[in-house]
């Protein structure tokens, strides 16, 4: 096996060509340490280091400008990874970024946790269900909410005052009133006596 041609692509990174068929894109820096040349003679042992060592490259720095952009869960990194590199690469970068503290699930749930029941003013069960459709495991979505200071009440009282309190005008207004709280998560048990609190003046009448 002979590697035929190293073509520039854009930037730093060149497309390697082996037999004169196309191999991979590789940066100019790995291509330097590893001493890659037109004509250089290899085998497939020598091809398949080459290749683990530009995918744990790829996963780093995709890994990296992903986290920039915003948190995210292990398993939303590992799953985004995966779509480039080796599954083994993806778990083992998602490990190093755990070590350079830069994914943290239990921090990130809290901060999720804190925005779906305090900005979204979701009942604890839906935060739970999409807490965990966005990769946190139960153990931890269930922990960090937990940790929430939320009155399911006073999230009832928020939601009539900003969204719902106008249909609160006759009974096919409440149903539909509590249709839509029980959507967010809210148990029936509180729903009722918030609706009722607000039929009868406000708690402290």
Wanted: hydrophobic fraction near 35%; charge should be negative; include cysteine.
């Amino acid at each position: 096996m002979k590697i035929t041609r190293i073509e520039f692509k854009q930037g730093t990174r060149y497309t390697v060509y082996v037999d004169g068929e196309y191999w991979y894109i590789l940066d100019m820096e790995l291509i330097a340490a590893n001493g890659l040349r037109e004509g250089l003679e290899c085998d497939e042992a020598f091809l398949a280091d080459l290749l683990e060592q530009a995918q744990r490259r790829k996963a780093k720095e995709r890994a990296l400008y992903l986290l920039e952009y915003r948190s995210h869960t292990r398993r939303e990194l590992v799953d985004k990874l995966k779509r480039s590199v080796a599954p083994e690469i993806a778990e083992e970068t998602a490990d190093r970024m755990e070590e350079l503290g830069f994914l943290n699930d239990e921090q990130y749930a809290e901060d999720v946790a804190d925005y779906l029941l305090n900005q979204k003013k979701l009942g604890k069960r839906a935060a739970l269900f999409r807490m965990q459709q966005k990769g946190f495991d139960r153990e931890t979505a269930e922990a960090a909410l937990r940790l929430a200071d939320t009155d399911p009440k006073q999230q009832i009282r928020d939601l009539l005052d900003q969204r719902y309190a106008r249909y609160l005008v006759d009974e096919k207004g409440v149903r539909k009133v509590m249709n839509a709280l029980a959507r967010l998560g809210h148990s029936y048990t509180d729903m009722k006596e918030v609706i009722a609190e607000y039929y009868s003046g406000g708690e402290d009448d």
